[in-house]
């Protein structure tokens, strides 16, 4: 008995019409000695309406400081939860209509389990027995993506895009021969074909290149899912949603490096607005000055990325920078204003409209001279670079975020991706 896992995005399953072309989608993948597994999405916009009326309901926008942290966050899950829950049913519907046996499996029917971090809990494991039982069978089972349960039976959600990583998570407990990730792009391009029309789609893209895609801001994926696909070596393909039942729809398909038979010097560019950047000048220059920062700001919980540590004038000090998600910068730079005088800090400032742009390639590993192509086609263009980070097979800087589009455009054509 063969396996095989489909999932399908929010625009996908956008309305009703769309649920009964999913549904085409799926019966022509039935076949005999292979069980179906589908995993969905909330329908297109439907996670944002229910994210909003959960803060609301939490107060803010009110006088008084809104519910947040753990207070917030269990709720939050069940409120959320909710909207992939409609489309389980809406699909098994719209599939025993055209005559395909199906049935809904909620996340504690299965038990798909997850640990108790409220809003972005990670799987622990899938249970396979009931569900393997009922694919087997014949009957398509329907998975609501995003959502699990804790060992204490609540709801969890696996943080927004998640449903890519459920698909993952339920492909590699099925043993399935492969994960199907649909959705409104025909497979994995060099770079957003949204804000490059001349960007081409990827037949195959290694694990490596694709995790640092997704880490590095594009969204055709979630970081986790090609995480957990790579570390537990399940194929997955991205393929268009749009396409007939049955017609081409060859998509791009995450590989191991050795099956990537022309390594690419760039094989795609990332960007991800969700930047912000905060200076600290006149740091005192001591031992465990950097401790203290990050120590401070790991203990808030905020993620740090770029780097950039230099001397400054006055002798006894340095200057420093680094990169946090936007949605943390403010709360960054209160935490290290609080113990500002205990570090040592002269000035803090904080800003916030800046860009992350980065090129991956596994190709980067044996070749001179790429940092010095990206640094001349962004000069050449009048860009300003304020920070840089490489690692063995990428190279991001962070820019002025008016730039961005600019940027992805220049870069994109200086190492040769654009469409003939
Ligand atoms: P879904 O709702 O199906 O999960 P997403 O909106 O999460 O879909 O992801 C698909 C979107 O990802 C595309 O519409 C596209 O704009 C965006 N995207 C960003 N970078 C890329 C890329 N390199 N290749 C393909 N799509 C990308
Ligand atoms: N519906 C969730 C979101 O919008 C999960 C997903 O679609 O992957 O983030
Ligand atoms: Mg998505």
Not at 91 to 98: F, M, P, Q
Not at 137 to 154: D, N, S
Not at 284 to 306: C, H, Q, S, W, Y
């Amino acid at each position: 008995m063969s396996r095989l896992v489909m999932k399908f995005g929010g625009t996908s399953v956008g309305d009703v019409e769309r649920i009964a072309r999913v549904a085409r989608l799926v019966a022509a993948e039935r076949k005999p000695g292979r069980g179906l597994a589908v995993v969905v999405s909330a329908m297109a916009g439907e996670t944002d309406r229910l994210v909003a009326l959960a803060r609301a309901a939490a107060g803010e926008g009110g006088n008084k400081a809104p519910l947040a942290g753990d207070d917030f966050n269990d709720e939050y899950d069940v409120v959320v939860a909710s909207g992939e829950q409609a489309t389980t049913g809406l699909l098994a519907l719209a599939l025993r209509r055209i005559g395909v046996p199906a049935r809904s499996w909620q996340n504690w029917q299965i038990p798909f389990r997850t640990d108790a971090a409220h809003s972005k809990a990670r799987v622990l494991d899938v249970e396979t027995e009931a569900l393997a039982a009922s694919i087997d069978a014949g009957c398509v089972a329907i998975i609501p993506g995003f959502q699990g349960v804790t060992a204490e039976g609540r709801i969890s959600t696996l943080g927004r895009g998640g449903s890519d990583t459920s698909a993952v998570a339920v492909a590699a407990a099925l043993g399935a021969e492969r994960c199907d990730i649909y959705t409104d792009v025909d497979g994995v391009y060099t770079t957003d074909p949204r804000i490059v029309p001349k960007a081409r789609r990827l037949d195959k893209i290694c694990y490596e290149e694709m995790l640092e895609m997704a880490s590095l801001g594009a969204k055709v994926l979630q970081t986790r899912s090609v995480e957990l696909a790579f570390a537990r070596r399940v194929p997955v393909r991205v393929l268009s949603s749009f396409a007939e039942p049955g017609a081409a729809n060859p998509g791009t398909l995450l590989c191991p490096e050795d099956q990537i038979v022309e390594k690419q010097i760039v094989s795609g560019i990332a960007y991800s607005r969700d930047e912000a950047k905060i200076s600290l000048l006149g740091v005192a220059d001591r031992p465990g000055a950097a401790a203290e920062i990050f120590t401070k700001l790991a203990d808030a919980n905020i993620n740090v990325d770029m780097i950039v540590q230099t001397e400054a004038r006055q002798a006894g000090r340095q200057n420093m920078l680094f990169t946090c998600p936007d949605r943390d910068a403010q709360r960054a730079s209160e935490t290290i204003a609080e113990a500002r005088e205990q570090i040592g800090v002269e000035e803090i400032h904080l800003r916030r409209d800046v860009a992350k742009v980065s090129v991956i390639g596994i190709g980067m590993r044996s070749q001179a001279g790429v940092a010095r192509t990206m640094f001349a086609a962004l000069a050449q263009k009048g860009v300003n670079i304020e920070a840089i980070a490489t690692s063995e097979i990428k190279i991001s800087v962070l820019i002025d975020a008016a730039y961005t589009e600019l940027a992805v455009r220049a870069l994109h054509s200086a190492y040769g991706l654009d469409v003939a």
